[in-house]
T-cell receptor, first 116, second 117 residues
């Protein structure tokens, strides 16, 4: 089945540790995104990538890092520099990487990260 | 500045009632796109509809319908004969064409809908 796969679904991290959230898509989409969702705050963009080997910071990139070595993969690392990492993380993708916006963004099932 | 407002934080209805979720947006662009997504308790955001600013026709898909009115900058979502499975958080979002790419998707804060049996 085509779609976006995120893993793990639930992850616990000790303070001071880095963790990496996986995101894989088989939709042949060029653009991929990472969003963070906190209760009552909607979705906030962390990083996005429009093409392999290129990515851009979103609105809340501090404390996070990404890579885009393959078209289908866009892992997110939550570093120890992220002061409040407990949240729900959503990976997404869309087919457009050109100048025209408006193409639909499709989402994975999300990953819950809890700092213990 | 671009903005999406979903004034209803929580709505509770009884099964089979009709319910309308409001979405009001602000943009300076003449070309833009509006979206609705559903987020069930499992967490995944499910795409429901995309509408461009030049298409003001209302859309109906089964029990779901959308009313797009540029005059009031609103893109409201109605569920007819609601069911328990409709219980979810619903998000409205705006994308401006001149922003260059989808990273400029502006999200509302969502409306939590509870449909009770």
């Amino acid at each position: 089945d085509g779609g976006i796969t995120q893993s793990p679904k639930y992850l616990f991290r000790k303070e001071g540790q880095n963790v990496t959230l996986s995101c894989e898509q088989n939709l042949n989409h060029d653009a991929m995104y990472w969003y963070r969702q906190d209760p009552g705050q909607g979705l906030r963009l962390i990083y996005y990538s429009q093409i392999v080997n290129d990515f851009q910071k979103g609105d809340i990139a501090e404390g996070y890092s990404v890579s885009r070595e393959k078209k289908e993969s866009f892992p997110l690392t939550v570093t120890s520099a992220q002061k409040n990492p407990t949240a729900f993380y959503l990976c997404a993708s869309s087919s457009d990487r050109g100048l025209h916006s408006g193409n639909t963004i499709y989402f994975g099932e999300g990953s819950w990260l809890t700092v213990v | 500045a671009q903005k999406v407002t979903q004034a209803q934080t929580e709505i509770s209805v009884v099964e089979k009632e009709d319910v309308t979720l409001d979405c009001v947006y602000e943009t300076r662009d003449t070309t833009y796109y509006l979206f609705w997504y559903k987020q069930p308790p499992s967490g995944e955001l499910v795409f429901l509809i995309r509408r461009n600013s030049f298409d003001e026709q209302n859309e109906i898909s089964g029990r779901y319908s959308w009313n797009f009115q540029k005059s009031t900058s609103s893109f409201n979502f109605t569920i007819t004969a609601s069911q328990v499975v409709d219980s979810a958080v619903y998000f409205c979002a705006l994308s401006e064409a001149n922003a260059g790419n989808n990273r400029k998707l502006i999200w509302g804060l969502g409306t939590s809908l509870a449909v009770n049996p």
